[in-house]
């Protein structure tokens, strides 16, 4: 025993440093261990980004024909449809859900917030890219532009009125059948009828006619669930049952973006790869069009890394980018993807289980942003006008300007949420400042280059409102807590000095020795 006491005391004199040594290197490992457990999500998303870039680098040089490049992204293809499937079931439960489980002047106050916020962000976001696009001037000099490879004839139409446009808009947020609305969607088409006149002469007239095509109309859907919120809301006890219904199919629907979620790393591997893959000359984009990619990433990072940051500190006096940092694997999900409707599965996960946001304010606000706030969009538009007049040596008034600014605002609202769903959008801006709409190819060209950073914006910004909703609403909780305290102080002090109760407050000792002390008659007025 003596020995062993010798032995023990021998090691923590002598071997002090070795234990030190394996405790410091068990306490660091352990911390890794807890930092991979917590971000391990991240770190893989992170990772399949990487890789797809190696994969598509080493993977170019064997000059894959379309069919093998087709095989190499299906494992992408598949993240691609797993996220879309979900879509349809989370909005609407969400929506409805949300809407529900907030009273009525919370969700007008809240509503109000956000429109503002939208608005505010995006016209922000329309001024930002024309005084860059007047700055750095990306379509001044651009020789090269007329080159073979770059333009594509033929790929857009671009016949459609402005004010067609806008109409269509509106026409979306009342579908006519809901049941086609989640795969289809308004638009207007054009006939050409062809009339003699007396005179002999021939004239053509364009006829507006109504058509449908492929594509969630998410508008309409939104509208709806947000309505039918309310109205399960006022049913008050009768409702409450499909209340909770889409309450549990909510849940069960992040359950299975949870699972979905794990898939995210292998998916955006092939997406990126496969990508990089398809591109035909770089270099040549590169140097024709490097002015304008510079612009347009340089717009989304100033928007996105400095504007909407400093927006969020001046309302929340909260450190940005930290909440930023719970948002990698949406942010990187985005990037790969170039779908803000794809990323909103993730969004809504990673921003309540690692930013604390209520599921009421995210589950209510984000997908309306996914519908409605196109920050990214807005810059990526307005740059693409001002690209496309300097190309054709057009200057810009203060009409035209204002124009784009509007116009850019109002038709972000109804971009769709996917892929190059911004570009058709570029032709209602160019239609309305009357510039030609058959350089859209070019945009086309590099569209897959921008979108990426572009989405990266939207989806940051609706992540950005919904954490300014959510300190707001918890601010006005605790205002509201402190006068409730307030008044219950107030009214002991009152009762202390004049005997009276407040209605706010009841005193039970007071209550009984006034009753014991007084007649009926007193006891019925303290009653």
């Given at each position: 025993m003596e020995k062993a006491g010798d032995?023990?005391?021998?090691?923590?004199?002598?071997?002090?440093?070795?234990?030190?040594?394996?405790?410091?290197?068990?306490g660091c490992g352990g911390r890794v261990r807890?930092?991979?457990?917590?971000?391990?999500?991240?770190?893989?998303?992170?990772?399949?980004?990487l890789a797809g870039v190696a994969l598509g680098a080493a993977v170019r040089g064997a000059a894959l024909g379309p069919a093998r490049v087709a095989y190499l992204a299906f494992p992408g293809e598949l993240l691609l449809r797993m996220l879309r499937m979900v879509i349809l079931p989370l909005v609407v439960c969400s929506l409805v859900s949300g809407a529900a489980s907030l009273d009525t002047r919370s969700l007008g106050r809240l509503?109000?917030?956000?429109?503002?916020?939208?608005?505010?962000?995006?016209?922000?976001?329309?001024?930002?890219?024309?005084?860059?696009?007047?700055?750095?001037?990306?379509?001044a000099g651009a020789g090269a532009l007329n080159a073979p490879g770059l333009r594509l004839p033929g790929a857009v139409r671009t016949n459609k009125e402005t004010v067609d446009s806008f109409l269509d808009l509106v026409r979306n947020l009342f579908p006519a059948n809901l049941v086609a609305a989640a795969f289809r969607t308004y638009a207007t088409d054009y006939e050409i009828l062809v009339r003699n006149t007396t005179s002999g002469n021939v004239t053509l007239e364009k006829i507006p006619v109504g058509t449908e095509i492929e594509g969630m109309n998410i508008l309409g859907l939104v509208l709806f669930a947000l309505v039918l919120g309310v109205a399960l809301k006022k049913l008050g006890q009768e409702g409450e049952d499909l209340i909770r219904f889409f309450n549990s199919f909510n849940e069960a629907t992040m359950v299975l973006v949870s699972w979905i979620m794990w898939y995210v790393p292998i998916g955006i591997m092939f997406l990126v790869g496969s990508k990089i893959v398809e591109m035909e000359d770089i270099m040549l984009l590169v140097t024709s069009l490097g002015k304008y990619i510079f612009a347009s990433i340089l717009g989304?990072?100033?928007?996105g890394g400095i504007i909407l940051p400093l927006i969020y500190f001046a309302s929340t006096r909260q450190n940005p980018y930290r909440f930023l940092l719970g948002l990698i694997t949406p942010l990187a999900t985005a990037f790969a993807t170039s779908s803000s409707s794809a990323t909103l599965p993730s969004m809504i996960k990673c921003i309540e289980e690692n930013n604390g946001v209520d599921k009421r304010i995210s589950r209510f606000i984000l997908p309306i942003g996914a519908t409605v706030n196109m920050d990214g969009a807005a810059i990526f538009q307005c740059m693409a006008a001002v690209f496309i007049a300097q190309l054709n040596n057009a200057d810009l008034n203060a009409g035209q300007i204002f124009t784009i600014l509007v116009t850019a605002t109002a038709s972000s609202v109804g971009a769709a949420g996917v892929p190059a769903g911004g570009v058709l959008t570029i032709a209602i801006i160019l239609e309305a400042i009357g510039l030609p709409t058959n350089d859209l190819s070019l945009i086309l060209a590099v569209d897959w280059i921008v979108d990426r950073t572009t989405t990266v914006v939207n989806v940051e910004g609706d992540a950005l409102g919904a954490g300014i909703l959510h300190y707001l609403n918890e601010k006005a909780k605790k205002d509201k807590e402190q006068e409730l305290k307030e008044v219950s102080v107030e009214a002991v002090a009152n009762s202390k000095s004049e005997g009276?109760?407040?209605?706010?407050?009841?005193?039970?000792?007071?209550v009984s020795n006034t009753t014991s002390t007084a007649d009926p008659e007193s006891k019925e007025s303290v009653l």
């Open positions: 032995g023990r005391n021998g090691h923590a004199e002598g071997s002090s440093p070795a234990a030190g040594g394996a405790g410091a290197g068990g807890g930092f991979l457990r917590r971000n391990g999500l991240v770190v893989l998303t992170v990772s399949g980004v509503g109000g917030i956000a429109l503002a916020y939208f608005l505010g962000t995006t016209l922000l976001a329309a001024g930002l890219a024309v005084a860059l696009g007047f700055i750095v001037r990306p379509g989304h990072f100033i928007h009276e109760t407040s209605p706010l407050v009841t005193h039970k000792n007071q």
